[in-house]
């Protein structure tokens, strides 16, 4: 029995069924999935001090939805956003990302 990553599941799982998810009209819903993953990680690589305190929730529409346990964790990410745009336009290019929205 083979074992992938998580990451490398996600990219196998989303080459194999794209064409299968884009005839029954949901590709946009796991490209969304795969976006908020990926942000995810992003943030735990690049600030793991406020993995814990960073979480990504959702992608509606070109908005990418992010809740922060306190203002320092919003702060880094606000700053980080452009970099956070770049990564995810070469990950996932089909699904540009214009906003970061925050909760608490």
Avoid at 31 to 49: G, M, R, T
Avoid at 88 to 101: A, F, H, Y
Wanted: proline content about 5%; hydrophobic content about 40%.
């Amino acid at each position: 029995m083979c074992y992938y990553p998580p990451s490398e599941a996600m990219e196998i799982l989303r080459s194999i069924l794209s064409k299968v998810l884009s005839r029954h009209g949901l590709r946009d819903h796991a490209d969304s999935a795969l976006i908020v993953h990926k942000a995810q990680q992003w943030f735990a690589e690049v600030l793991p001090a406020l993995e814990r305190d960073i979480e990504v929730l959702k992608l509606e529409g070109r908005t990418l939805h992010v809740r922060c346990r306190h203002s320092i964790a919003a702060q880094e990410c606000q700053q980080l956003f452009s970099r956070l745009r770049e990564y995810l336009l070469q990950e996932c290019p089909t699904r540009p990302i214009e906003n970061l929205r925050f909760s608490r």
